[in-house]
């Protein structure tokens, strides 16, 4: 019986305990894993869906001028139609969006409602001043968002708007007299409602952008970055400016905003469950070195328990980010756990190493939500971290060998 006690009470066996325990409590913090990658999906599932009906990312192309003639082939005996497309000289976009929160059971999905202008004048090319078959196109990535009808004029006529296919469509007449060579302004108003982002095609020689937005978390992308931008806590303004000559054909490419999310309470869960098998063996490691100093024994149940205590404190951070900020909910399941770990301290082990172990688990958790809010320089504190841990366990295993000799020699 003695035999057995002395085995189970040895160091090397304790220390494979304390390794198989954190390994695993990789089962439970897998299935925490599992329950924030259905909470996400179902996230996802309600912005496709809000989006769907409010307005999806947009994308505006053009406007373009697509005409017809007959042109004759050799000796004048027949012809054939021939289909030519005719850009803008000058292209100029003026915005104003405005953003909201829509809300679908539990979960929030920005949008917003644009206020667009699109001025530009053609310069008439071709055999477009004597066709009588000419219109006047406009591409969307979704008609579906569009407020109302939008207004066209070109050369000082209002238009009557259709849709065909993805795009704006209305037939056009020339002004009374118009040759090649001749400038022809248009104007375009309409609102539309999209989310996600904002961009833009190059249609023009040369084409502006100049956006006004409340939104104050934009992410500029595309093939250009704007020439002039200010980004404050009350939105943003940004002006692009780009010249048909940096681009292989026209409307190629694009530019324009993300108004993008800040990163989701899921995605900030799931960051910080991938520190739990570190917090859970640090902890297991310090109950063990507190059993080696201060000769006070912890039960392998006990060391159990820890770990349930610590794989839960996920699993509460889950489910209070659901209602509540990342940082509240993380400030809440943080001192939830380490408050009942406390008492549990206390209880098993007494005197001042429990409050050692609690001050533990409180700084562990510190330290995470602080790589949290790192992001671009997490790694790096989290490699050092992780390297200023291995010094300590060397330096408070120096002497195990010499402790178990003395325990023998006692014995």
Not at 24 to 47: C, T, Y
Request: neutral net charge.
């Amino acid at each position: 019986m003695e035999q057995k006690k002395n085995f189970w009470s040895s160091q090397l066996v304790r220390v494979a305990f304390i390794a198989l325990a954190s390994i695993a409590m990789l089962i439970p913090l897998e299935m925490v894993r599992s329950q924030i990658k259905d909470r996400e999906r179902h996230h996802d599932q309600s912005v496709g869906d809000i989006t769907y009906s409010w307005g999806t990312s947009q994308v505006f192309t053009g406007p373009w001028i697509s005409y017809k003639y007959q042109k004759a082939l050799a000796q004048g005996k027949s012809f054939e139609t021939v289909s030519e497309t005719l850009y803008p000289e000058n292209l100029s976009y003026r915005v104003k969006s405005t953003t909201k929160t829509l809300h679908r059971s539990i979960y929030d999905v920005p949008v917003y409602t644009a206020e667009i202008t699109v001025l530009g004048n053609f310069v008439l090319e071709g055999k477009l001043p004597g066709t009588e078959n000419a219109d006047l196109l406009f591409g969307l990535s979704g008609l579906k968002g569009i407020q109302g009808n939008p207004e066209i004029t070109f050369g000082g006529t209002s238009l009557k708007v259709k849709s065909e296919e993805s795009n704006l469509k209305a037939e056009i007449k020339l002004p009374a007299g118009a040759a090649e060579g001749d400038s022809v302004p248009f104007e375009m108003t309409m609102k539309i409602n999209g989310s996600e982002s904002l961009f833009f095609r190059p249609a023009g020689n040369l084409t502006t952008v100049d956006m006004d937005s409340d939104y104050p978390n934009p992410s500029f992308t595309g093939d250009f970055l704007p020439v002039e931008r200010e980004v404050g806590e009350n939105g943003f303004t940004a002006r692009w400016e780009v010249s048909q000559i940096t681009l292989s054909s026209p409307a190629t490419g694009g530019f324009g905003v993300r108004l993008i999310e800040p990163v989701t309470q899921y995605r900030q869960s799931e960051r910080a469950l991938k520190y739990g098998i570190l917090v859970i063996f640090l902890i297991f490691f310090a109950g063990f070195a507190v059993e080696m100093i201060s000769g006070k024994p912890i039960n392998y149940i006990q060391y159990l328990v820890i770990g349930a205590s610590l794989v839960l404190f996920y699993a509460l951070l889950l489910a209070f980010s659901d209602f509540l900020s990342f940082g509240l909910s993380y400030l809440i399941a943080a001192a939830m756990t380490t408050i009942a770990l406390g008492a549990y301290f206390i209880a098993i082990v007494k005197g001042k190493w429990a409050y050692i172990l609690t001050a533990l688990v409180a700084l562990a958790y510190l330290v995470i939500y602080i790589l949290l809010q790192m992001e671009t320089f997490a790694f790096l504190a989290g490699t050092l971290l992780l390297f200023a841990i291995l010094c300590l366990v060397m330096y408070l295993t120096r002497n195990l060998q010499k402790a178990e000799e003395a325990g023998v020699q006692e014995k």
